[in-house]
């Protein structure tokens, strides 16, 4: 079965540090790989997206991901964080002989502190 | 550009009760996704519409959710009578042809009670 873990609920981080928000997955094939972020009150806004091509892929706002296909992994990172990076962070995959759907994580609650 | 809109953007029913939730997508994408999020889990797909054609229907959780998209446009997702374990944020979502990326609305949040 199709399935993206994010194993923490809720990931802590001081403000000028950097932060990794993991994601793993189970997917049949080689799928695309996505990042989404939903700050308070909105909507999910796309962040940045692995489809082929270079492991490390850079989105918007200064994160980048990197795909681990032997740990079937794709975890965001950034550098130094922003208190204006704190909101709930989604990993999802699409499955390219199953196109239409995204398969998502619970989310992980990004806290980072001044 | 507008983005995806969804309406109402809050709808608090009692258990029984009938609920339609609506989406208007991007101009232009005939591809129209609904969601929803159950209780801080996972976002799970419902179903999808191409232009007015439902592609994919396999994550409606049973017939009491009806979902319609009559000319291509805008979509409905009734509920119909809601029991309180469909209390949830509902997410639409919108991809123009051949484009991997989804393009989500802000959510309407429904309590059932």
């Known amino acids: 079965a199709q399935s993206v873990a994010q194993p923490e609920d809720q990931v802590n981080v001081a403000e000028g540090n950097p932060l990794t928000v993991k994601c793993t997955y189970s997917v049949s094939g080689n799928p695309y790989l996505f990042w989404y972020v939903q700050y308070p009150n909105r909507g999910l806004q796309f962040l940045l997206k692995?489809?082929?091509?270079?492991?490390l892929v850079k989105g918007s706002y200064g994160f980048e991901a990197e795909f681990n296909k032997s740990q079937t992994s794709f975890h965001l990172k950034k550098p130094s964080a922003l208190v204006s990076d704190s909101a709930l962070y989604f990993c999802a995959v699409r499955d390219r002989t199953n196109f239409n759907k995204f398969y998502f994580g619970s989310g992980t609650k990004l806290n980072v502190k001044p | 550009e507008a983005g995806v809109t969804q309406f109402p953007s809050h709808s608090v029913i009692e258990k029984g009760q009938t609920v339609t939730l609506r989406c208007d997508p991007i101009s232009g994408h005939d591809n129209l996704y609904w969601y929803r999020r159950v209780m801080g889990k996972e976002i799970k797909f419902l179903l999808h519409?191409?232009?007015?054609?439902?592609?994919?229907e396999s994550g409606m959780p049973n017939n009491r959710f009806l979902a319609e998209r009559t000319g291509g446009t805008y979509s409905t997702l009734k509920v119909q009578p809601a029991e309180l374990e469909d209390s949830g944020v509902y997410f639409c979502?919108?991809?123009?042809?051949?484009?991997?990326?989804?393009?989500f609305g802000p959510g309407t949040r429904l309590l059932v009670l």
């Open positions: 692995y489809i082929t091509g270079d492991n």
């Open positions: 979502a919108s991809s123009p042809p051949r484009q991997e990326t989804q393009y």
């Open positions: 519409f191409v232009k007015e054609s439902k592609q994919d």
